[in-house]
């Protein structure tokens, strides 16, 4: 659904009335498009906390960002890679805080952005790369956590729709999907997230098989969509096939229509089902005999009510869609092997789930169940199947959900966001893509806010 609001303040006498009355002035965000696929601009690596072990250069050297351009002296102490400040600002910076270990250190994270992040172009990214907290050496804890705020607090203050973002890794190669994602208008709706990637794959669990195509990933794969016939679902299951997929999209028997629809646009299939029934992953496995990549589970519904005027239906209804037939599908998929080793699943949590929400305690319960599910099971299903799992947590994206939403509860989860504006369901898409990439075998277990650092839970 449009956002006038948006469109308005995008029209010079919009920008002019809004800023005279101090209200929200949201950036329009570049997403990706086939003709725009990468940010434009240059890419700026610095370093806080002295020299680390990261052998980051190649990796950002193959996001296809130009390194910093030389010109005038940089007026800071931080390390640069190149030393020089180009006259148009970034498009991405990328500092390396991974050495700090303590709070002497965490001023050079000051020093180095400090004179370059009013440069940073609108939609640019910065991306803070810190290491895994140390259980046994507090100081490094503490100033490793510091960046977390530190992160969260300048993705609130940067506005003109840059992005801020923290990695917490140990290698950079394995990150090398993340870096890209965070490096590109595909994440244009994440910021303020804190993600871990692990090292490596579990032995005899290759996440690809010989080298990535990076232009196609899911060539050759099969990827299922529940509830793929609209809204987000539809949007996943289109990014999944621009990147090569093989797409089944699901939905229930009503829905027949759109699905077929969805499938025969993107040359693929439709299967009708209810994802409550109890022999559902038996007949998805039925369905494909050859086993799937990729599974999302994107289905879900509201029946919002507070506590006190619920009906038990509504409840039961709720946690039936949104939680227990994503947990009954995953066990049967994964008992009968239907997932093939290097699978994706990704479920969809919500802010809701994370924040709470007033007349949502069903809805909010069974969001925070999925996060539950997805950080139990990560470790095992990678260590027995070489499957990761991870979920979306969407904010407010613009669909017919949200677009039941009355208007002034509407308006305000729309505005109350560092970007000031809704999401789309391509937003959720492209994160869904880069989590369900093959290269993204070490993100394992995570819960990422779509939300455009929604002030909800934040
Ligand atoms: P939507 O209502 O537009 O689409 C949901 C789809 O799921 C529909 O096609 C529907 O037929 C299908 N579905 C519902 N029950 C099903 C069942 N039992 N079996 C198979 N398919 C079923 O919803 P939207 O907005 O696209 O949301 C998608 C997911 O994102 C949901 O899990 C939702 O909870 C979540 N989400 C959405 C947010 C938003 O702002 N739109 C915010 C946070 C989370």
């Given at each position: 659904m449009a956002d006038r609001y948006l469109s308005f303040t995008a029209t010079a006498p919009g920008r002019l009335l809004t800023r005279r009355l101090g209200l929200p002035q949201p950036a329009a965000l570049s997403r990706w498009t086939a003709e725009r696929p990468a940010l434009e601009g240059h890419l700026t690596h610095l370093t806080a906390g002295g020299p680390t072990a990261l052998d980051l250069a190649p990796v950002l050297a193959r996001t296809g960002l130009p390194a910093e351009p030389t010109g005038s002296a940089r007026s800071t102490g931080a390390k640069g890679s190149g030393g020089t400040t180009a006259s148009s600002g970034p498009a991405a910076?990328?500092?390396?805080?991974?050495?700090?270990?303590?709070?002497?250190?965490?001023?050079?994270?000051?020093?180095?952005?400090?004179?370059?992040?009013?440069?940073?172009?609108?939609?640019?990214?910065?991306?803070?790369?810190?290491?895994?907290?140390?259980?046994?050496?507090?100081?490094?804890?503490?100033?490793?956590?510091?960046?977390?705020?530190?992160?969260?607090?300048?993705?609130?203050?940067?506005?003109?729709?840059?992005?801020?973002?923290?990695?917490?890794?140990?290698?950079?190669?394995?990150?090398?999907?993340?870096?890209?994602?965070?490096?590109?208008?595909?994440?244009?709706?994440?910021?303020?997230?804190?993600?871990?990637?692990?090292?490596?794959?579990v032995a005899g669990f290759p996440g690809s098989d010989g080298p990535v195509d990076w232009a196609l990933p899911l060539a050759g794969r099969t990827a299922l969509v529940t509830?793929?016939?609209?809204?987000?679902?539809?949007?996943?299951?289109?990014?999944?096939?621009?990147?090569?997929?093989?797409?089944?999209?699901?939905?229930?028997?009503?829905?027949?229509?759109?699905?077929?629809?969805?499938?025969?646009?993107?040359?693929?299939?439709?299967?009708?089902?209810?994802?409550?029934?109890?022999?559902?992953?038996?007949?998805?496995?039925?369905?494909?005999?050859?086993?799937?990549?990729?599974?999302?589970?994107?289905?879900?519904?509201?029946?919002?009510?507070?506590?006190?005027?619920?009906?038990?239906?509504?409840?039961?209804?709720?946690?039936?869609?949104?939680?227990?037939?994503?947990?009954?599908?995953?066990?049967?998929?994964?008992?009968?092997?239907?997932?093939?080793a290097g699978g994706r699943i990704v479920a969809t949590a919500s802010i809701a789930g994370l924040a709470g929400n007033a007349g949502q305690t069903n809805y909010g319960a069974s969001k925070a169940g999925v996060a539950g599910l997805v950080r139990s099971l990560a470790p095992r299903a990678l260590a027995e199947h070489g499957v990761t799992v991870n979920a979306v947590a969407p904010g407010f994206i613009e669909t017919r959900m949200t677009a039941a939403v009355p208007l002034f509860i509407r308006e305000a989860g729309r505005r109350m966001n560092s970007l000031a504006q809704g999401g789309l369901p391509v937003d959720v898409a492209e994160t869904t893509a880069w989590l369900a990439h093959p290269a993204s075998g070490a993100v394992n277990g995570q819960v990422v806010r779509v939300c455009g650092q929604s002030l909800l839970g934040a």
């Open positions: 910076v990328v500092l390396d805080a991974t050495g700090v270990r303590d709070v002497d250190a965490l001023a050079e994270v000051h020093a180095a952005l400090h004179p370059v992040v009013r440069s940073v172009a609108a939609s640019g990214r910065i991306v803070v790369l810190g290491a895994p907290l140390d259980a046994r050496d507090h100081h490094q804890a503490a100033v490793q956590q510091a960046l977390e705020g530190f992160v969260r607090s300048l993705g609130k203050e940067i506005g003109r729709g840059r992005t801020v973002n923290l990695v917490r890794l140990t290698d950079a190669s394995a990150a090398e999907s993340t870096l890209r994602f965070l490096l590109s208008p595909k994440s244009a709706y994440v910021s303020g997230q804190v993600i871990e990637v692990g090292t490596e794959e509830g793929g016939a609209r809204g987000i679902g539809e949007a996943v299951a289109e990014t999944l096939a621009r990147d090569g997929a093989h797409v089944v999209v699901l939905d229930v028997p009503q829905a027949e229509e759109d699905a077929r629809r969805v499938a025969a646009r993107l040359g693929c299939s439709a299967l009708t089902l209810d994802i409550t029934a109890a022999d559902a992953g038996e007949r998805i496995a039925a369905e494909l005999p050859d086993g799937l990549d990729v599974l999302i589970h994107n289905a879900g519904i509201t029946r919002d009510r507070r506590l006190v005027n619920m009906p038990a239906d509504r409840w039961s209804t709720v946690l039936d869609v949104n939680l227990a037939s994503v947990l009954r599908t995953t066990d049967a998929l994964l008992a009968k092997g239907a997932l093939r």
